[in-house]
């Protein structure tokens, strides 16, 4: 749910850059975009499969709505911050991936708070940090340009490194 604050924060930060600052905003919110989506995929959402009465319905609708988002972000992103429709098209995304927080902080969050143990949702926690290395909250002055050719790569190219690394902090690899 932080993560959703952050998202809510790197969007607002996407649409008040200046000219010259927005692909670097950009590229911090769809690192986050990418790692969070993946940390639910891989973490959250197989619980709440398991754990919630109607679990595979509500996942399922989940997944919906983020495989939406997801394709709106790689068209975002091939296309670049200086295509005519960047601006529009982002909104759109503001727009679909507001609404699923929503929806996963109503439908799903709730119920799986009351269905999981402490130990659980600290081990599950632990597994969302190790994949947050690939979202640094704020840019090192200097080390942006260095970072994104090192983490940017295309949103599936870091939606695959997420999964990499929440596999190896939960120790499936
Ligand atoms: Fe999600
Ligand atoms: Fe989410």
Redesign the pocket.
Known sequence: MAQHGRIRDLFDEVEKAPPDKVEDAFDRLTRMLCV??TA??EI??PYARRKLDNGQGVVAD?LQ??NR?KRLLVELHDDGVDHPRFWDRLAELRTAVTA??RS?ERYEFVKLRAHTSMAERRAMAAAVRAAEALAPVRPHPGTESVARNVLMGTPLALMDRARDMIGKALGRR
């Open positions: 969070h989506e639910e995929e959250v959402h989940r709505e983020e988002a699923h927080a996963e």
